[in-house]
């Protein structure tokens, strides 16, 4: 027996093995419990039996307690255990400490709702050393270098301290952000180990995506005192998966969310208009990551970091690492990144050009806007265009099928250029993913037309796969819609006007403030007209503005405060549509008929920030037309636009205190 206190209480806990007259066994020990000592009185008890009591003897023995010694006794009888440990979320504690064997445990409740979607394999709850690191969470497979193997010695982060005292409070969301192999998993994963030690075992929860969790959820599973592990968070998030409300629903029931999240996927996460009315994908994501405690992660170490590795370096990938740290951080050597890159050079130039395609292929589809698994067809469909012509003509299915071993097989045991996903599904590694987009971005940084310039070196078969073989309940539809809408590829955008006409899709679907935020956005960046755009997608010219003023509302009046990135899409929009004069001084503009839903003091706000930020000639254009909207008699200037380059970029709005 042992005592405890809960609360202000004082609650002893009692068990037996004994089989026969457990009755007298139950109050003998109660009485012993309960002899006068110098400790507090007792509250409650509680007794564990091995053997089973039926339900009217239970009863019987806890009045007789209660009646002579005025205590509350709870009888736990070894029927009552297995119930117990046969609960989905405790299921973890019977096979970790019982040693019940997984045969036995997957065979009960076989008919429960929530037995058979763990029995998928969609969703796995075990306690957190019961789950391998890379197997089960995602962490990145380390190179596997002569003696070294397995996963590498932990090299503390500069985060440690915080992840620590985020996890100790036992509930929240916690968000670790970074570029591909910048340790976010592994990091995330330590702490949680760390706070197991501390505060003891909770159950892990950890989903194949957002549709297995709200299943899980929505067939009865408690997720309270649980953890909730979301590697790679976008896929989870959605209205058929992780949003805003479950996170609240959750929130004070000692669950802990722990996410990590690529940089990439965050922004695209932004750009994505999947969903009904009201709720797309960019404004589900953005209400989730309102809500979340955000760490970030660099992919190098940090001075303070490398001071700290001892006893790490005798493993000798570590060693490795640190010598080469000039060139590669820690985790992405580790997850042989730079490897990876220079295989995908190396099969470019000879070492196995069709794989070096096959890679590519499945690089630019994810740059397209397709997250989800690629299917094999879709990459075997595309990968010629990378190849020369004539090369490609004499690519037959045995030569193809040692393409993809070779653009598959992992590096140093570490991970591959193309990762297995499934039956004929493939993912690019995202560490390429990110290598390309940045070298794209950094050749195209100077121009205007940057993200355009960018998705216009994707191959238009990329585009033509996606628009023939993507259904319209893809969740990643709209993405792709999106995303080529910056490409100047006519396809999926003319495919979503035809669903429009033909009734499919209504247009009030795009009034979500997510999705008409990505629709200026890609305006802007394409140096498309605004209010051309608005008319030929049949939307409402009044609810572009009123995202635009709801978004531009938020901007910090500090200057020191870096504006999101949607604030920098609502300033953008607003310069975009003072460029065109006419817009705002002509009154049978679609702009001027909108704006007269809004105060004229809204405009003038406006107008007022761009003097404050230098573009006097957008500002002043702005306070006139609030004072047109006021029916003053206003004189326009002439105009003064030549030879202006006044640019607005992201991520800065304002110039830091220091000027730069």
Not at 104 to 126: A, C, F, K, Q, W
Not at 206 to 234: C, H, M, P, Y
Not at 413 to 429: H, I, K, Q, T
Request: glycine fraction near 8%; aromatic fraction near 8%; charged fraction near 25%.
């Amino acid at each position: 027996m042992f005592f405890g206190l809960e609360s202000d209480q004082v609650v002893v806990f009692c068990c037996t093995l004994q089989a026969s007259n457990v009755r007298r066994k139950i109050l003998t020990d109660v009485s012993t419990v309960l002899q006068p000592t110098s400790m507090p009185p007792v509250d409650a008890i509680f007794y564990f039996t091995e053997a089973d009591i039926s339900v009217s003897r239970r009863h019987e023995i806890t009045q007789e307690v209660l009646a002579q010694h005025g205590v509350r006794l709870e009888i736990i009888d070894g029927n009552s255990i297995a119930e117990m440990l046969s609960e989905p979320e405790l299921l973890w504690i019977a096979r970790e400490y019982l040693n019940v064997s997984t045969e036995l445990v997957n065979g009960m409740h076989e008919s429960g709702p929530v037995d058979r979607i763990l029995r998928t394999g969609s969703v796995v709850v075990r306690s957190l050393f019961e789950l391998d690191p890379i197997r089960d969470l995602g962490v990145h497979p380390p190179m596997q270098l002569d003696e070294w193997v397995g996963i590498t010695p932990y090299v503390r982060r500069s985060v440690d301290d915080d992840l620590d005292a985020l996890l100790s409070q036992g509930s929240g969301f916690v968000v670790l952000e970074g570029n591909s192999a910048s340790g976010k998993t592994r990091t995330a994963y330590e702490a949680l180990a760390r706070s197991v030690e501390v505060g003891g075992e909770r159950a892990i929860v950890v989903a194949k995506d957002g549709i297995s969790l709200r299943a899980l959820i929505s067939a009865g599973f408690r997720l309270e005192n649980t953890v909730v592990w979301l590697d790679d968070l976008e896929k989870f998030v959605g209205a058929d998966g992780l949003d805003e409300g479950l996170i609240r629903l959750f929130s004070g029931s000692g669950v802990l969310f722990v996410a990590t999240l690529r940089s990439a996927a965050k922004g695209a996460m932004a750009s994505a208009t999947a969903g009904t009315p009201g709720r797309s994908l960019s404004t589900i994501s953005k209400a989730v990551m309102a809500g979340a405690t955000r760490i970030r992660i660099d992919r190098t170490l940090k001075d303070e970091e490398i001071r700290s590795i001892g006893r790490q370096r005798s493993d000798r990938r570590i060693s490795m690492a640190l010598d080469k740290s000039g060139h590669a951080g820690l985790a992405e050597f580790l997850a042989a990144g730079p490897a990876a890159l220079e295989r995908w050079r190396d099969g470019q130039d000879g070492a196995s050009e069709v794989g070096a395609a096959l890679i590519s292929a499945a690089i630019d589809f994810r740059r397209a806007g397709y997250f989800s698994p690629i299917p094999q067809e879709w990459i075997e469909a595309a990968f010629s265009a990378y190849l020369d012509p004539r090369a490609a003509k004499r690519v037959g299915p045995v030569q193809l099928g040692d393409a993809i071993s070779w653009a598959t097989e992992p590096l140093r045991g570490a991970s591959s250029c193309l990762e297995v996903a499934g039956d004929r599904l493939f993912s690019p590694f995202d560490y390429l993913v990110d290598h390309t987009q940045e070298e794209e971005a950094g050749e195209n940084r100077i121009s205007r037309n940057g993200p355009a310039r960018i998705l216009k070196t994707i191959p238009d078969i990329i585009w033509h796969e996606i628009q023939d073989r993507i259904s319209f309940d893809d969740p990643s539809y709209m993405s792709c819609v999106a995303t080529s809408s910056l490409s100047f590829h006519p396809g999926l955008l003319m495919r979503y006007e035809v669903l429009v006409e033909k009734g499919a899709m209504a247009p009030e679907e795009m009034h979500d403030p997510g999705v008409l935020l990505n629709f200026v956005r890609s305006c802007v960046e394409a140096s498309l007209c605004i209010p051309c755009h608005v008319s030929t997608l049949k939307l409402e010219m009044r609810a572009v503005l009123k995202v635009l003023l709801d978004e531009f509302s938020t901007i910090s009046k500090d200057a020191h405060v870096r504006p999101t990135e949607s604030q920098i899409v609502a300033v953008s929009g607003f310069y975009s549509l003072a460029e065109d004069e006419a817009n705002l001084t002509e009154r049978d503009s679609p702009i001027f008929e909108a704006a007269s839903y809004f105060s004229p003091d809204k405009w003038e706000e406006v107008g007022r920030f761009f003097m404050e930020i230098g573009a006097p000639i957008e500002g002043r254009l702005w306070v006139l037309f609030g004072e047109a909207q006021k029916g003053l008699p206003v004189r326009w200037p002439v105009s003064l636009r030549k030879n202006r380059g006044f640019m607005i970029e992201s991520p800065k709005v304002r110039k830091d205190a220091d000027g730069s």
